[in-house]
């Protein structure tokens, strides 16, 4: 099944290139809202799932153990981009629980925003582990293990402990075995699974309602969604899309990307979950995808729906500032109101 083209790039009033993808809208009792194209072929979720893999660290008690607030535990479900105010907050969670960043797993990289990434630089400093867009998930990974007395070395592997708990926790959330026949190993070097769209979907509904988690696993996940949509610079950054489209939801509205043009979401007022993969991997199409299935579905909110779809149809500039283009959603991407 070939899925259809969702959204368009236009250089002037030409169709310049074309996205396509899937989408997958699901309620928390596992019942479809919307689907478009193959919502059944697995994908691997990258950092889109982020906030199920922090449920261990709020159910274990680590979380309280070590003080975390709201920013802590978005900085846990994020893909930062590694300014300052990341980088540190980070430091002071590895302090907080007798680490150091040394103890991260992670890898280090530059930080991913430009002007963070300059001032380092300048500096004569090298970019370590804090700056990696995945050390506030790691992070969280250790102070789970140090909670719990488990020697975290090793808690990047398939094996250990700390990602078994993250494995129960995904497939008690989406319903989908977690099996080693659709193991990968994600950019930050931890366990990554490939799922199917709808499990995605189902399993954020079931992240912003509760449905079927039990009460403890309900409360944790309503505490992840909530910090994440409180505090959205923790979770990206300066500029980045689910900063955008989290703030233009105004609370409402939690979103996470993920590497390879997947994007999962939730309206947790409306007990709705969302999960899309744009197919060739491109990360400016499946904002644009994201922002506009969600603009779809506020509809009956004429002002938060015209911030989402204004986020939809975002315009191309050249290093001039001079507009040269946009991206659209085609018609296949049209969504009704809930």
């Not at 709201?70 to 590694?82: K, N």
């Not at 995605?200 to 449905?211: D, K, N, P």
């Not at 299935?293 to 729906?305: F, I």
Request: glycine fraction near 12%.
């Amino acid at each position: 099944m070939e899925n259809p083209v969702l959204v368009e790039v236009l250089r002037g009033a030409v169709v310049e290139s074309r996205h396509r993808g899937a989408v997958a809208v699901f309620d928390g009792d596992g019942l479809p809202v919307l689907t478009i194209g193959d919502v059944e072929r697995r994908v691997f979720p990258r950092s889109a799932v982020k906030a199920i893999q922090a449920l261990p660290l709020v159910e274990s008690g680590a979380a309280d153990a070590f003080g975390f607030d709201q920013a802590d535990l978005a900085l846990a479900c994020a893909s930062h981009s590694g300014e300052p105010r990341h980088s540190d907050r980070v430091t002071s969670i590895l302090r907080r629980a007798s680490l150091t960043p040394e103890a991260l797993e992670c890898g280090a990289h530059w930080p991913t925003n430009q002007d963070a990434m300059i001032a380092l630089a300048r500096s004569g400093a090298e970019p370590g582990a804090v700056h990696n867009n995945c050390s506030g998930k790691h992070a969280g990974f250790l102070c789970t293990c140090i909670h719990r007395g488990i020697d975290p070395a090793g808690y990047v592997g398939r094996a250990h402990p700390a990602q078994q708990w993250v494995r129960e926790a995904m497939e008690a959330v989406t319903g989908a075995p977690h099996g080693d026949d659709v193991c990968g190993i994600d950019g930050c070097s931890i366990p990554t699974y490939a799922v199917p769209l709808t499990s995605l979907a189902h399993g954020f509904a079931r992240m912003a309602t509760g449905s079927g988690l039990g009460r403890g696993r309900a409360a944790a996940a309503s505490r992840i969604i909530e910090a994440c949509m409180a505090q959205p610079f923790y979770t990206s950054g300066t500029g980045r899309a689910d900063v955008k489209l989290m703030e233009a939801g105004g609370g409402r509205v939690f979103t996470k990307t993920g590497a390879e043009g997947v994007f999962c979401a939730a309206l947790p007022e409306a007990g709705l979950g969302i999960a899309i993969k744009c197919d060739d991997g491109a990360g400016r199409a499946a904002d644009v995808m994201v922002a506009a299935v969600l603009a779809g579905l506020m509809r009956r909110e004429p002002q938060m729906s015209a911030r989402l779809d204004e986020l939809a149809r975002p315009v191309l500039t050249n290093w001039n500032g001079i507009e040269v283009g946009r991206l659209r959603p085609t018609e296949a991407l049209t969504v009704q109101a809930v």
